[in-house]
């Protein structure tokens, strides 16, 4: 597991390894919030990203016969 130095400025690096893995791009936003006493940092996607992600859900609902 990567470990990394917390800068005087308060800035840290992100491992080579973790941003080949995660596709990350210089510019990109990241989203940082305390959960549970640690820092989690999460790529932010564009919403058109997602578009489609759900193609092939089953969406039958079976429904009461008076709510038809």
């Given at each position: 597991m990567p470990t990394v130095?917390?800068?005087p400025k308060f800035q840290v690096v992100i491992p080579s390894s973790v941003r080949k893995s995660l596709?990350?791009?210089a510019g990109q936003k990241i989203q940082v919030f305390l959960y549970e006493n640690r820092?989690?940092?999460v790529p932010v996607q564009d919403i058109r990203d997602s578009r489609g992600f759900l193609k092939g859900?089953?969406?039958h609902i079976k429904?009461?016969?008076d709510r038809l």
């Amino acid at each position: 597991m990567p470990t990394v130095t917390v800068s005087p400025k308060f800035q840290v690096v992100i491992p080579s390894s973790v941003r080949k893995s995660l596709d990350l791009q210089a510019g990109q936003k990241i989203q940082v919030f305390l959960y549970e006493n640690r820092i989690e940092m999460v790529p932010v996607q564009d919403i058109r990203d997602s578009r489609g992600f759900l193609k092939g859900l089953d969406t039958h609902i079976k429904r009461e016969p008076d709510r038809l």
